[in-house]
Protein backbone atom coordinates (compact mmCIF):
# COMPACT_ATOMS: atom_id res chain seq x y z
CA UNK A 1 0.00 0.00 0.00
CA UNK A 2 0.72 3.83 -0.51
CA UNK A 3 2.96 5.31 2.47
CA UNK A 4 1.28 8.16 4.26
CA UNK A 5 2.62 10.77 5.71
CA UNK A 6 0.44 12.50 8.62
CA UNK A 7 0.51 15.34 11.26
CA UNK A 8 -1.80 15.74 14.59
CA UNK A 9 -1.63 19.15 16.37
CA UNK A 10 -2.86 18.94 19.98
CA UNK A 11 -4.99 21.37 21.76
CA UNK A 12 -3.65 24.51 23.81
CA UNK A 13 -5.69 26.70 26.10
CA UNK A 14 -8.87 25.73 26.91
CA UNK A 15 -10.15 29.27 28.58
CA UNK A 16 -9.09 30.77 24.73
CA UNK A 17 -11.00 27.63 23.32
CA UNK A 18 -7.67 26.99 21.53
CA UNK A 19 -6.76 23.96 23.35
CA UNK A 20 -5.37 22.96 25.92
CA UNK A 21 -1.94 24.21 28.43
CA UNK A 22 -1.17 20.51 28.46
CA UNK A 23 -0.79 18.76 24.97
CA UNK A 24 0.53 15.17 26.15
CA UNK A 25 -2.69 15.15 28.11
CA UNK A 26 -4.07 15.71 24.85
CA UNK A 27 -2.19 12.96 23.82
CA UNK A 28 -3.07 10.48 26.45
CA UNK A 29 -6.60 11.17 26.38
CA UNK A 30 -6.44 11.13 22.47
CA UNK A 31 -7.87 14.42 21.73
CA UNK A 32 -6.05 16.01 18.92
CA UNK A 33 -7.46 19.46 16.92
CA UNK A 34 -5.60 19.05 14.19
CA UNK A 35 -5.31 16.09 12.09
CA UNK A 36 -4.02 16.03 8.43
CA UNK A 37 -2.06 13.15 6.43
CA UNK A 38 -1.72 11.89 2.69
CA UNK A 39 -0.77 9.61 0.56
CA UNK A 40 -0.91 11.06 -2.95
CA UNK A 41 2.67 11.60 -5.15
CA UNK A 42 3.34 15.42 -6.02
CA UNK A 43 4.94 14.01 -9.02
CA UNK A 44 3.29 14.55 -12.58
CA UNK A 45 4.06 15.05 -15.98
CA UNK A 46 3.38 18.41 -17.38
CA UNK A 47 3.01 19.87 -20.87
CA UNK A 48 3.60 23.83 -21.74
CA UNK A 49 4.67 26.54 -24.14
CA UNK A 50 4.47 29.82 -25.26
CA UNK A 51 4.70 32.52 -28.36
CA UNK A 52 6.50 35.91 -28.22
CA UNK A 53 6.09 38.13 -31.24
CA UNK A 54 7.12 41.51 -31.36
CA UNK A 55 8.45 44.45 -33.68
CA UNK A 56 10.60 47.40 -32.09
CA UNK A 57 12.42 50.27 -33.94
CA UNK A 58 14.36 53.42 -33.80
CA UNK A 59 13.16 57.00 -34.59
CA UNK A 60 15.03 60.11 -34.47
CA UNK A 61 12.64 62.75 -35.70
CA UNK A 62 16.19 65.40 -34.52
CA UNK A 63 19.41 65.09 -33.86
CA UNK A 64 18.73 65.56 -30.37
CA UNK A 65 15.58 63.46 -30.03
CA UNK A 66 15.84 59.59 -30.26
CA UNK A 67 12.62 57.28 -29.57
CA UNK A 68 12.19 53.33 -28.88
CA UNK A 69 8.59 52.32 -30.27
CA UNK A 70 7.70 48.59 -30.22
CA UNK A 71 5.31 46.13 -28.94
CA UNK A 72 4.63 42.47 -27.84
CA UNK A 73 2.38 39.81 -27.92
CA UNK A 74 2.60 36.87 -26.29
CA UNK A 75 -0.33 34.33 -25.79
CA UNK A 76 0.65 30.98 -23.05
CA UNK A 77 -1.53 28.50 -23.44
CA UNK A 78 -3.14 26.53 -20.26
CA UNK A 79 -0.09 23.85 -19.15
CA UNK A 80 -1.45 20.65 -19.21
CA UNK A 81 -0.46 16.92 -17.74
CA UNK A 82 -0.26 13.64 -19.30
CA UNK A 83 -2.57 12.16 -17.51
CA UNK A 84 -5.21 14.38 -16.78
CA UNK A 85 -5.02 14.76 -13.24
CA UNK A 86 -5.22 19.02 -13.07
CA UNK A 87 -8.43 19.27 -11.12
CA UNK A 88 -10.36 22.63 -10.29
CA UNK A 89 -12.68 23.22 -7.69
CA UNK A 90 -16.10 24.73 -8.48
CA UNK A 91 -17.55 27.44 -5.47
CA UNK A 92 -20.44 28.04 -7.34
CA UNK A 93 -21.66 25.10 -6.90
CA UNK A 94 -23.90 24.29 -3.99
CA UNK A 95 -21.05 22.74 -1.12
CA UNK A 96 -18.60 23.08 -3.71
CA UNK A 97 -17.15 20.01 -6.36
CA UNK A 98 -14.13 19.08 -7.97
CA UNK A 99 -13.83 19.39 -11.89
CA UNK A 100 -11.90 16.96 -13.59
CA UNK A 101 -9.90 18.16 -16.58
CA UNK A 102 -10.84 16.93 -20.00
CA UNK A 103 -13.92 15.06 -19.25
CA UNK A 104 -17.57 15.99 -18.76
CA UNK A 105 -17.64 14.86 -14.45
CA UNK A 106 -16.92 15.75 -11.34
CA UNK A 107 -16.13 14.23 -7.65
CA UNK A 108 -18.37 14.61 -4.39
CA UNK A 109 -16.85 13.39 -1.50
CA UNK A 110 -19.72 10.58 -0.19
CA UNK A 111 -21.16 10.62 -3.78
CA UNK A 112 -17.84 9.93 -5.93
CA UNK A 113 -17.26 10.75 -9.59
CA UNK A 114 -20.35 12.09 -11.09
CA UNK A 115 -21.60 14.09 -14.25
CA UNK A 116 -20.89 17.68 -14.52
CA UNK A 117 -19.76 20.29 -16.97
CA UNK A 118 -16.43 19.74 -19.44
CA UNK A 119 -13.51 21.35 -17.90
CA UNK A 120 -10.83 21.85 -21.02
CA UNK A 121 -7.68 20.07 -19.78
CA UNK A 122 -5.78 23.48 -18.71
CA UNK A 123 -9.07 23.95 -16.64
CA UNK A 124 -9.11 27.59 -17.43
CA UNK A 125 -9.10 29.76 -20.40
CA UNK A 126 -5.83 31.20 -22.13
CA UNK A 127 -5.44 34.70 -21.66
CA UNK A 128 -4.96 36.25 -25.33
CA UNK A 129 -5.00 39.93 -24.33
CA UNK A 130 -1.19 40.11 -23.48
CA UNK A 131 0.14 43.08 -25.46
CA UNK A 132 2.86 44.97 -24.19
CA UNK A 133 3.62 48.41 -25.40
CA UNK A 134 6.94 49.57 -25.06
CA UNK A 135 8.10 53.37 -25.71
CA UNK A 136 11.14 54.83 -24.53
CA UNK A 137 13.04 58.86 -25.44
CA UNK A 138 16.48 60.17 -24.94
CA UNK A 139 16.75 64.52 -25.52
CA UNK A 140 19.73 66.16 -25.15
CA UNK A 141 18.46 69.51 -24.44
CA UNK A 142 21.83 71.03 -25.44
CA UNK A 143 23.91 70.84 -27.58
CA UNK A 144 26.56 69.34 -25.95
CA UNK A 145 26.24 65.46 -24.90
CA UNK A 146 26.84 66.23 -20.90
CA UNK A 147 23.17 66.07 -20.45
CA UNK A 148 20.17 63.47 -21.06
CA UNK A 149 17.03 63.39 -20.38
CA UNK A 150 15.68 59.62 -20.52
CA UNK A 151 11.88 58.62 -19.88
CA UNK A 152 10.14 55.21 -20.92
CA UNK A 153 7.27 52.95 -19.84
CA UNK A 154 6.49 49.39 -21.01
CA UNK A 155 3.87 46.34 -19.83
CA UNK A 156 5.22 43.22 -19.11
CA UNK A 157 3.36 39.97 -18.93
CA UNK A 158 3.80 36.95 -16.25
CA UNK A 159 2.40 33.44 -16.74
CA UNK A 160 0.76 30.96 -13.83
CA UNK A 161 2.83 29.79 -11.04
CA UNK A 162 3.97 26.62 -11.68
CA UNK A 163 4.22 25.88 -8.33
CA UNK A 164 0.53 26.08 -7.78
CA UNK A 165 0.37 23.82 -10.98
CA UNK A 166 1.64 20.89 -9.70
CA UNK A 167 -0.43 21.02 -6.73
CA UNK A 168 -4.13 20.60 -8.48
CA UNK A 169 -3.17 17.38 -9.05
CA UNK A 170 -3.86 16.33 -5.45
CA UNK A 171 -7.41 16.42 -4.96
CA UNK A 172 -9.51 13.56 -5.15
CA UNK A 173 -10.71 11.16 -6.90
CA UNK A 174 -6.79 10.82 -8.02
CA UNK A 175 -5.02 12.30 -4.83
CA UNK A 176 -6.21 12.71 -1.01
CA UNK A 177 -4.78 15.06 1.43
CA UNK A 178 -6.95 14.27 4.25
CA UNK A 179 -7.42 17.88 6.79
CA UNK A 180 -9.15 17.54 9.36
CA UNK A 181 -10.30 19.95 12.44
CA UNK A 182 -11.72 19.71 16.16
CA UNK A 183 -14.75 21.52 17.54
CA UNK A 184 -12.60 23.85 19.76
CA UNK A 185 -15.79 23.91 22.06
CA UNK A 186 -16.84 20.70 22.07
CA UNK A 187 -16.90 17.78 24.54
CA UNK A 188 -15.64 14.52 24.09
CA UNK A 189 -19.14 12.76 22.93
CA UNK A 190 -19.89 15.51 20.40
CA UNK A 191 -19.32 14.10 16.49
CA UNK A 192 -17.49 17.07 15.74
CA UNK A 193 -14.44 16.49 18.15
CA UNK A 194 -11.30 14.63 16.71
CA UNK A 195 -10.88 11.29 18.48
CA UNK A 196 -7.30 9.57 17.96
CA UNK A 197 -8.86 6.80 16.47
CA UNK A 198 -10.90 7.72 14.25
CA UNK A 199 -8.28 9.90 12.28
CA UNK A 200 -7.78 9.30 8.63
CA UNK A 201 -11.05 7.87 7.17
CA UNK A 202 -11.52 5.83 4.13
CA UNK A 203 -10.61 7.84 1.16
CA UNK A 204 -13.67 9.65 -0.39
CA UNK A 205 -15.74 9.40 2.33
CA UNK A 206 -17.71 11.78 3.69
CA UNK A 207 -15.21 12.06 6.88
CA UNK A 208 -12.44 12.54 5.03
CA UNK A 209 -12.90 15.76 4.71
CA UNK A 210 -9.54 15.85 1.64
CA UNK A 211 -8.06 19.29 1.54
CA UNK A 212 -8.38 20.94 -1.79
CA UNK A 213 -6.01 22.81 -4.15
CA UNK A 214 -7.39 25.34 -7.17
CA UNK A 215 -7.10 27.88 -9.39
CA UNK A 216 -9.83 30.93 -8.38
CA UNK A 217 -12.75 31.46 -10.92
CA UNK A 218 -10.75 33.68 -13.25
CA UNK A 219 -7.39 34.12 -13.66
CA UNK A 220 -6.10 36.55 -16.20
CA UNK A 221 -2.07 36.89 -16.86
CA UNK A 222 -0.51 38.62 -14.03
CA UNK A 223 1.32 41.77 -15.66
CA UNK A 224 3.46 44.61 -14.51
CA UNK A 225 3.46 48.30 -15.79
CA UNK A 226 6.69 50.31 -15.27
CA UNK A 227 7.85 53.46 -16.00
CA UNK A 228 10.61 55.90 -15.43
CA UNK A 229 12.33 59.14 -15.78
CA UNK A 230 15.59 60.53 -15.32
CA UNK A 231 18.04 63.44 -15.70
CA UNK A 232 21.71 62.70 -16.12
CA UNK A 233 24.66 65.17 -16.25
CA UNK A 234 27.98 65.22 -16.34
CA UNK A 235 30.73 66.75 -14.77
CA UNK A 236 34.30 66.63 -16.27
CA UNK A 237 35.30 63.57 -18.02
CA UNK A 238 34.46 60.90 -14.79
CA UNK A 239 31.58 62.21 -12.94
CA UNK A 240 28.28 61.58 -13.62
CA UNK A 241 25.24 62.89 -11.93
CA UNK A 242 21.69 60.83 -11.65
CA UNK A 243 18.12 62.24 -9.96
CA UNK A 244 15.01 60.09 -11.40
CA UNK A 245 11.90 58.91 -10.29
CA UNK A 246 10.99 55.05 -11.44
CA UNK A 247 7.01 53.45 -11.38
CA UNK A 248 5.53 50.50 -11.47
CA UNK A 249 2.09 48.64 -10.99
CA UNK A 250 1.22 45.21 -10.54
CA UNK A 251 -2.25 44.03 -11.57
CA UNK A 252 -3.47 40.79 -11.77
CA UNK A 253 -1.31 39.07 -9.09
CA UNK A 254 -1.41 35.92 -7.77
CA UNK A 255 -2.35 35.32 -4.13
CA UNK A 256 -3.98 32.15 -2.33
CA UNK A 257 -7.27 32.58 -0.34
CA UNK A 258 -8.42 29.81 2.27
CA UNK A 259 -11.66 29.68 0.96
CA UNK A 260 -13.20 27.41 3.42
CA UNK A 261 -13.08 29.66 6.11
CA UNK A 262 -16.36 29.68 8.97
CA UNK A 263 -18.17 32.88 9.11
CA UNK A 264 -18.80 34.56 12.23
CA UNK A 265 -20.87 33.53 15.13
CA UNK A 266 -24.11 35.74 15.06
CA UNK A 267 -23.78 35.80 18.78
CA UNK A 268 -20.08 35.38 19.95
CA UNK A 269 -20.98 34.92 23.83
CA UNK A 270 -23.01 31.96 22.07
CA UNK A 271 -20.58 29.85 19.82
CA UNK A 272 -21.28 27.15 17.42
CA UNK A 273 -19.11 24.60 16.45
CA UNK A 274 -16.70 26.25 13.48
CA UNK A 275 -17.70 23.16 11.25
CA UNK A 276 -20.77 24.25 10.68
CA UNK A 277 -20.07 27.57 9.68
CA UNK A 278 -17.66 26.60 6.60
CA UNK A 279 -19.33 26.98 3.26
CA UNK A 280 -18.15 23.43 2.00
CA UNK A 281 -18.56 21.42 4.39
CA UNK A 282 -17.39 17.77 2.80
CA UNK A 283 -14.22 19.74 2.16
CA UNK A 284 -11.30 20.17 4.81
CA UNK A 285 -10.66 23.01 6.54
CA UNK A 286 -7.93 24.02 3.35
CA UNK A 287 -9.44 24.85 0.40
CA UNK A 288 -6.51 26.75 -1.45
CA UNK A 289 -7.65 28.98 -4.01
CA UNK A 290 -4.50 30.88 -6.15
CA UNK A 291 -6.86 33.75 -7.21
CA UNK A 292 -5.34 36.81 -9.39
CA UNK A 293 -7.32 39.84 -7.99
CA UNK A 294 -3.95 41.18 -6.25
CA UNK A 295 -2.11 44.63 -7.77
CA UNK A 296 0.80 46.52 -6.09
CA UNK A 297 2.01 50.37 -6.36
CA UNK A 298 6.00 50.97 -6.20
CA UNK A 299 7.24 54.50 -6.51
CA UNK A 300 10.63 55.97 -5.62
CA UNK A 301 12.45 58.85 -6.02
CA UNK A 302 16.47 58.52 -7.21
CA UNK A 303 19.65 60.34 -7.17
CA UNK A 304 23.07 59.03 -8.08
CA UNK A 305 26.53 60.45 -8.44
CA UNK A 306 28.87 57.70 -10.23
CA UNK A 307 33.12 58.45 -10.84
CA UNK A 308 34.51 56.63 -13.00
CA UNK A 309 37.84 55.22 -12.39
CA UNK A 310 40.65 57.83 -12.80
CA UNK A 311 43.46 58.59 -10.44
CA UNK A 312 42.81 55.57 -8.69
CA UNK A 313 39.24 56.66 -6.98
CA UNK A 314 36.49 55.17 -8.58
CA UNK A 315 33.06 55.12 -6.45
CA UNK A 316 29.13 54.90 -7.14
CA UNK A 317 27.02 56.44 -4.08
CA UNK A 318 22.76 56.08 -4.37
CA UNK A 319 19.81 57.27 -2.36
CA UNK A 320 16.49 55.91 -2.67
CA UNK A 321 13.03 57.06 -0.99
CA UNK A 322 10.70 54.63 -1.57
CA UNK A 323 7.51 53.52 -0.89
CA UNK A 324 5.46 49.78 -2.21
CA UNK A 325 2.24 49.31 -1.07
CA UNK A 326 0.48 45.57 -1.77
CA UNK A 327 -2.40 43.18 -0.26
CA UNK A 328 0.04 40.25 0.21
CA UNK A 329 3.78 40.46 -0.62
CA UNK A 330 4.68 36.77 -1.40
CA UNK A 331 2.21 34.02 -2.31
CA UNK A 332 1.65 32.42 0.94
CA UNK A 333 0.23 35.88 2.70
CA UNK A 334 -3.22 34.64 3.25
CA UNK A 335 -5.70 37.65 3.92
CA UNK A 336 -7.27 37.90 7.62
CA UNK A 337 -10.42 37.81 6.33
CA UNK A 338 -11.71 36.13 2.81
CA UNK A 339 -14.62 37.81 2.89
CA UNK A 340 -13.61 41.50 3.04
CA UNK A 341 -9.84 41.63 1.59
CA UNK A 342 -9.60 45.13 1.27
CA UNK A 343 -8.46 44.71 4.95
CA UNK A 344 -5.12 43.60 3.82
CA UNK A 345 -4.10 46.88 1.76
CA UNK A 346 -0.84 48.69 3.58
CA UNK A 347 3.21 48.50 3.21
CA UNK A 348 4.69 45.84 1.02
CA UNK A 349 6.59 43.40 3.71
CA UNK A 350 9.73 44.72 1.47
CA UNK A 351 9.03 48.26 1.98
CA UNK A 352 12.15 49.80 2.65
CA UNK A 353 11.38 53.71 2.89
CA UNK A 354 15.29 54.61 2.53
CA UNK A 355 18.20 53.58 1.28
CA UNK A 356 21.62 55.12 0.46
CA UNK A 357 24.80 52.86 -0.60
CA UNK A 358 28.60 53.84 -1.28
CA UNK A 359 30.71 51.78 -3.10
CA UNK A 360 34.26 52.61 -3.58
CA UNK A 361 37.35 51.42 -4.96
CA UNK A 362 40.84 53.47 -3.90
CA UNK A 363 44.26 52.53 -5.18
CA UNK A 364 46.37 54.88 -2.37
CA UNK A 365 48.99 56.82 -4.67
CA UNK A 366 52.06 54.68 -2.78
CA UNK A 367 54.53 52.26 -4.07
CA UNK A 368 56.50 51.87 -7.62
CA UNK A 369 53.17 51.68 -9.90
CA UNK A 370 51.82 54.76 -8.25
CA UNK A 371 53.03 58.72 -7.75
CA UNK A 372 54.33 58.82 -4.62
CA UNK A 373 57.41 56.78 -2.35
CA UNK A 374 58.02 54.79 -5.63
CA UNK A 375 60.85 53.03 -3.87
CA UNK A 376 62.73 53.16 -0.26
CA UNK A 377 61.39 51.70 2.71
CA UNK A 378 58.19 53.53 2.10
CA UNK A 379 57.25 52.26 -0.73
CA UNK A 380 57.73 48.85 0.64
CA UNK A 381 55.84 49.18 3.55
CA UNK A 382 52.88 51.66 2.32
CA UNK A 383 53.20 50.81 -1.65
CA UNK A 384 51.07 48.77 -3.80
CA UNK A 385 47.45 48.67 -1.43
CA UNK A 386 44.32 49.08 -2.26
CA UNK A 387 41.23 49.88 0.02
CA UNK A 388 37.32 48.87 -0.78
CA UNK A 389 34.17 49.51 0.79
CA UNK A 390 30.50 48.56 0.35
CA UNK A 391 28.83 50.62 2.68
CA UNK A 392 24.89 50.17 3.29
CA UNK A 393 22.19 52.33 5.19
CA UNK A 394 18.43 51.76 5.56
CA UNK A 395 15.16 52.17 6.95
CA UNK A 396 13.35 49.14 8.71
CA UNK A 397 11.31 46.82 7.60
CA UNK A 398 7.39 46.94 8.39
CA UNK A 399 5.56 44.48 10.46
CA UNK A 400 2.12 43.81 11.77
CA UNK A 401 0.75 43.17 15.61
CA UNK A 402 -0.78 39.34 15.55
CA UNK A 403 -3.49 38.87 17.38
CA UNK A 404 -2.98 35.21 19.40
CA UNK A 405 -4.78 32.34 18.27
CA UNK A 406 -7.72 32.20 16.62
CA UNK A 407 -9.34 35.13 18.08
CA UNK A 408 -12.54 35.57 15.21
CA UNK A 409 -13.29 31.51 15.59
CA UNK A 410 -13.42 31.05 12.07
CA UNK A 411 -10.27 29.30 11.45
CA UNK A 412 -8.99 32.79 9.57
CA UNK A 413 -5.47 33.33 8.68
CA UNK A 414 -3.06 36.22 9.41
CA UNK A 415 -5.45 37.67 12.44
CA UNK A 416 -4.47 40.63 13.24
CA UNK A 417 -4.83 42.58 16.90
CA UNK A 418 -6.94 45.07 18.19
CA UNK A 419 -5.55 48.37 17.89
CA UNK A 420 -6.48 50.25 21.30
CA UNK A 421 -3.67 53.36 21.25
CA UNK A 422 -1.22 54.98 19.45
CA UNK A 423 1.97 52.41 18.78
CA UNK A 424 4.33 55.52 18.51
CA UNK A 425 3.75 57.27 21.63
CA UNK A 426 3.73 56.56 25.60
CA UNK A 427 6.49 54.78 25.85
CA UNK A 428 10.62 54.91 25.72
CA UNK A 429 12.20 52.76 22.76
CA UNK A 430 14.61 50.59 23.18
CA UNK A 431 15.12 47.08 22.59
CA UNK A 432 13.08 45.47 24.95
CA UNK A 433 10.02 47.94 24.17
CA UNK A 434 10.57 48.52 20.43
CA UNK A 435 7.09 49.57 20.20
CA UNK A 436 4.01 50.37 22.57
CA UNK A 437 2.53 47.33 23.55
CA UNK A 438 -0.35 48.50 25.52
CA UNK A 439 -1.83 50.07 22.01
CA UNK A 440 -2.64 46.52 20.87
CA UNK A 441 -4.96 44.11 22.69
CA UNK A 442 -6.76 40.61 21.82
CA UNK A 443 -9.83 41.49 19.22
CA UNK A 444 -12.69 40.31 20.95
CA UNK A 445 -13.71 36.94 21.15
CA UNK A 446 -15.97 36.01 17.61
CA UNK A 447 -14.32 39.18 15.89
CA UNK A 448 -11.14 40.88 13.93
CA UNK A 449 -8.82 42.38 14.85
CA UNK A 450 -8.55 46.63 13.39
CA UNK A 451 -4.90 46.79 13.20
CA UNK A 452 -3.63 47.51 10.22
CA UNK A 453 -0.67 45.44 8.02
CA UNK A 454 2.59 46.56 8.54
CA UNK A 455 2.17 49.62 10.05
CA UNK A 456 4.84 49.79 12.43
CA UNK A 457 8.49 49.17 11.19
CA UNK A 458 11.56 47.78 12.82
CA UNK A 459 14.68 48.75 13.58
CA UNK A 460 17.11 50.45 10.61
CA UNK A 461 20.14 48.75 9.31
CA UNK A 462 23.67 50.42 8.87
CA UNK A 463 26.39 48.35 7.43
CA UNK A 464 30.26 48.91 6.53
CA UNK A 465 32.29 46.08 4.52
CA UNK A 466 35.79 47.23 4.05
CA UNK A 467 38.70 44.82 2.03
CA UNK A 468 42.33 45.53 1.78
CA UNK A 469 44.28 44.40 -1.00
CA UNK A 470 47.81 44.40 -1.70
CA UNK A 471 50.05 43.36 -4.49
CA UNK A 472 53.36 41.62 -4.76
CA UNK A 473 55.64 41.45 -8.12
CA UNK A 474 58.04 38.69 -6.77
CA UNK A 475 58.71 38.04 -10.75
CA UNK A 476 57.52 39.45 -14.04
CA UNK A 477 54.93 36.80 -14.65
CA UNK A 478 53.67 36.28 -11.04
CA UNK A 479 51.95 38.70 -9.31
CA UNK A 480 50.56 37.51 -5.03
CA UNK A 481 47.80 39.60 -4.04
CA UNK A 482 47.52 39.22 -0.30
CA UNK A 483 43.33 40.39 0.75
CA UNK A 484 41.80 41.15 4.19
CA UNK A 485 37.95 41.63 4.11
CA UNK A 486 35.84 43.28 6.93
CA UNK A 487 32.18 42.14 6.73
CA UNK A 488 30.74 44.61 9.37
CA UNK A 489 33.51 46.04 10.03
CA UNK A 490 32.47 48.39 12.30
CA UNK A 491 30.42 45.18 14.37
CA UNK A 492 27.77 47.34 14.80
CA UNK A 493 24.12 45.35 15.96
CA UNK A 494 21.66 45.29 13.44
CA UNK A 495 18.25 44.62 15.45
CA UNK A 496 15.86 41.83 13.69
CA UNK A 497 12.64 42.61 13.85
CA UNK A 498 10.38 42.49 17.21
CA UNK A 499 8.34 39.82 18.61
CA UNK A 500 4.73 41.10 17.80
CA UNK A 501 1.57 38.80 19.43
CA UNK A 502 -0.18 40.14 21.79
CA UNK A 503 -0.27 38.39 25.00
CA UNK A 504 3.05 36.75 24.25
CA UNK A 505 5.86 37.04 26.17
CA UNK A 506 8.19 38.32 23.33
CA UNK A 507 5.60 41.04 22.19
CA UNK A 508 7.90 44.31 21.28
CA UNK A 509 10.50 42.84 22.58
CA UNK A 510 13.61 42.03 19.94
CA UNK A 511 15.69 38.75 20.24
CA UNK A 512 17.76 39.01 17.10
CA UNK A 513 20.39 40.45 15.44
CA UNK A 514 22.51 39.94 12.25
CA UNK A 515 25.76 38.71 12.20
CA UNK A 516 29.01 40.26 13.56
CA UNK A 517 32.17 41.74 12.37
CA UNK A 518 33.62 38.69 10.08
CA UNK A 519 37.53 39.00 8.68
CA UNK A 520 38.51 36.58 6.06
CA UNK A 521 42.07 37.08 4.89
CA UNK A 522 43.55 34.92 1.55
CA UNK A 523 46.00 35.23 -0.74
CA UNK A 524 45.84 34.46 -4.38
CA UNK A 525 48.37 33.95 -7.06
CA UNK A 526 48.10 34.78 -10.63
CA UNK A 527 50.35 33.79 -13.14
Known sequence: G??????????????????????????????PLTASGSSVSLAGAYNGFGYGFFTQDDWKPSRRVTLNLGVRYEVTPRMTENLNHLTEFDRTFPGGRVLLSGLSSAYIPGIGVTNGPYTPRGLIPTDTNDWGPRVGIAIRPFNSNQTAIR?????????????????????????????????????????SVLQVTSLFPAKGSP?????????????????????????QHQLGSSLLLDVGYVGSKGTHLARRLLANQATLDADPTRPTPLLSREPYPLFGTTVRLTDNDSNSTYNALLARAEKRFSQGLSFLVSYTYAKALDSGSQIDDNPRNIYNLTLDRGRASFDIRQRAVLSANWELPFGKSRH????????????????NTITALRSGFPFSVSASGDACNC????????????????????????????????????????????????????????????????????RLQFRGEFFNFLNHTNFGLPGSTVNSTSNGIIQSASSPRNIQLGLKLSF
Open 372 to 387: LATKGIAAAIAGEWQL
Open 151 to 191: AGYGIFYDMMELQDLRTFTRNPPYGAITSLQSEQNGNTSSP
Open 2 to 31: ARRRARIGLTTNPSTASGTGVALADALLGL
Open 411 to 478: GASSQKAQQVGDPFSGFVQSRLAWFNTAAFAQPARGSFGSSGRNILSGPAERTVDLSVFRTFVPFEKL
Open 207 to 231: AAQPSIYSPGDKYLDPYYQQWNFNI
